[in-house]
């Protein structure tokens, strides 16, 4: 409520400055017309009679001229505002309002501290929060043969960036390459596949590494790039995982050899793990769903036991989770949130979202917005609401998804955390989930909007995460196609200013295009309305002459 009070405080802040600014504006133009009036000696009748003489001396086109010059003026004003606004996401005038005119006001500026008892802790926290839009791979990204090929095929769009591939590109060094490449003719031919753009290039490096011996890596590029359904995928990734055993073996007891050897099984380590990870998408895709939570599980064992700091890139877990959750196994998925929804580590949608969908289920199946209003929550459906609030929080694309209210594309295969490639790529896989258990999506349908209120100012000051970062929206339109509007948080609201400068735009235009329609008919209504306007202008100047004495305006007179 604090934050809520302190924001209608600075919106009424910024409408005073603005109203004040008019005002003075005005203002200063009237002063300018009176002192062009008055710049003779005050002779007030003389000057009241030639102002009269002139206003009925004035043609319809001087009206059009002076219509038609305010709407051009309007215009330009309001192309530049617009894109100010595109640009920097601010009004120009706004800005420059509230920076300049607001300390002449006795305002205070947003840059300096408003409260005197902030703690030097609350400030660190405050630069720390200034998150770095860092992009990481999908953990449950699909095949790009089997699946994002087929996609193209049927649908002649391509759903893949090339921003995201050329990241994929990067991926794929990083994990299949080393520096003893050169001494395998095999691997040699494979370092260089994985820096080719074209995809049949890639394909005929990794068949003539074939060739010359057993490659890993050559199988894993095919079963990726070249097969055409999940089980020719699978096909391959055992050819590769027969080979990458033998080959992870051979390093593992000539690691301690030298530098080169321990990198070697590095790569040889890298390579196993994401073949392995692979062979259990391919059996959860294929429906055995509990193999391929005997294979993640294993894997999530072995990657808690290396140090290798490549392995955490992969996030078994939420493949893990995702598996878990298909079985119905809310006990063990319970069990490893415990491990990972901790304030030490880094959130993803996939756990926050988890476990908000636990804390739902205990109470979905039973929960009324009719019947929580006339009683109130309880605490399981508090503990649920909060969960779901937290959740939205850390990505508020994902409620839109899961609720239908836009549709779904194929994921990208990187996301962008907090962004709207992580929503997708969330809901994609775990939307049949939220489904599955009964009132889970009428209970989040009901409370998620509820978060906005304690986050009025997302981009400030978060609640219980950092402030939402502002890079969000840029780095997502890289990583998905062009197709796909992406959804952009916090919504961006036209300023003030443009809407006036718009409205401002379409008056002038209207009036000169009456005025040149019509003149006649405008001269009539524009000669009344400056009558109409100079009237009281007209009685205090009269009532002023009568009140003082006229030696004081022959003496004004002479100055």
């Not at 017309?33 to 002779?43: E, G, N």
């Not at 990083?174 to 074209?198: G, V, Y």
């Not at 959860?284 to 955490?312: H, I, N, W």
């Not at 718009?502 to 019509?518: K, N």
């Amino acid at each position: 409520m604090a934050e809520s009070g302190a924001g209608f405080v600075e919106q009424l802040k910024s409408c005073i400055v603005w109203s004040w600014t008019y005002f003075w504006t005005v203002w200063f133009f009237v002063m300018l017309f009176l002192v062009y009036i008055l710049r003779v000696p005050l002779k007030i009748n003389d000057s009241l009679t030639s102002v009269s003489m002139f206003l009925n001396t004035l043609t319809p086109k001087f009206y059009v001229a002076l219509t038609g010059t305010s709407s051009l003026i309007s215009g330009l004003i309001l192309i530049f505002e617009w894109w100010y606004f595109r640009k920097y996401g601010t009004s120009f005038i706004e800005q420059v309002s509230v920076s300049h005119l607001r300390p002449l006001l006795g305002g205070v500026d947003n840059t300096s501290p408003t409260n005197s008892n902030t703690s030097n802790g609350e400030s660190d926290s405050n630069r720390q929060s200034v998150s770095e839009c860092k992009v990481w791979r999908n953990p449950l990204n699909l095949f790009r043969g089997a699946e994002y090929n087929r996609y193209t095929w049927v649908t002649g769009r391509e759903p893949l960036t090339y921003y995201d591939m050329n990241l994929s590109a990067q991926d794929h060094q990083t994990f299949f390459t080393c520096d003893s490449d050169h001494l395998r003719p095999a691997d040699a031919i494979m370092q260089k596949a994985w820096r080719e753009r074209n995809p049949q290039a890639r394909i005929s490096a990794a068949h003539e590494a074939l060739e010359l011996d057993d490659c890993a890596t050559a199988y894993i590029l095919l079963a990726e790039e070249e097969a055409t359904t999940i089980v020719e995928a699978e096909k391959l990734f055992k050819q590769a995982l027969k080979v990458g055993e033998g080959c992870y073996r051979r390093s593992q007891q000539l690691q301690n050899h030298g530098a080169q050897y321990e990198a070697q099984h590095r790569r040889d380590t890298n390579v196993l793990v994401y073949i392995k990870r692979r062979l259990a998408m391919c059996a959860r895709k294929l429906g055995r769903t509990r193999e391929a939570v005997k294979t993640m599980r294993d894997l999530y064992v072995f990657q808690l036991m290396k140090e290798f700091p490549l392995l955490s890139m992969f996030n078994i877990h939420e493949n893990l989770l995702e598996a878990l959750l298909e079985l119905q196994a809310y006990a063990d998925v319970q069990a490893v949130l415990a491990k990972y929804d901790d304030i030490s580590l880094p959130k993803s949608a996939t756990i926050c979202y988890t476990a908000a969908l636990l804390k739902a289920r205990a109470v979905s199946d039973k929960f009324s917005p009719e019947a929580a209003s006339r009683r109130g929550l309880s605490t399981a459906e508090m503990n649920a609401v909060e969960a779901i609030h937290r959740a939205v929080e850390f990505n508020p694309h994902v409620p839109k998804y899961l609720l239908e209210m836009k549709s779904l594309i194929l994921p990208p295969e990187h996301i962008l955390k907090r962004g709207d490639s992580e929503a997708i790529a969330y809901a994609f896989f775990h939307l049949h989930h939220w489904k599955r258990v009964e009132g889970a999506l009428n209970l989040l349908h009901c409370t998620w909007e509820g978060t906005f209120r304690m986050i009025p100012y997302p981009l400030e000051k978060g609640h219980l995460f950092y402030p939402y970062p502002i890079c969000t929206e840029t780095a997502d339109r890289e990583l998905l196609p062009l197709f796909h509007e992406v959804s952009v948080y916090p919504k961006k609201e036209l300023p003030f200013f443009i809407l006036f400068t718009a409205g401002l735009c379409s008056f002038t235009a209207m009036l000169a295009l009456l005025t040149h329609q019509f003149p006649e008919l405008m001269g009539v209504f524009a000669k009344a309305f400056l009558s109409t306007l100079f009237a009281p202008l007209n009685f205090i100047m009269e009532k002023v002459e009568s009140i003082l004495p006229s030696s004081l305006w022959h003496q004004l007179t002479r100055i």
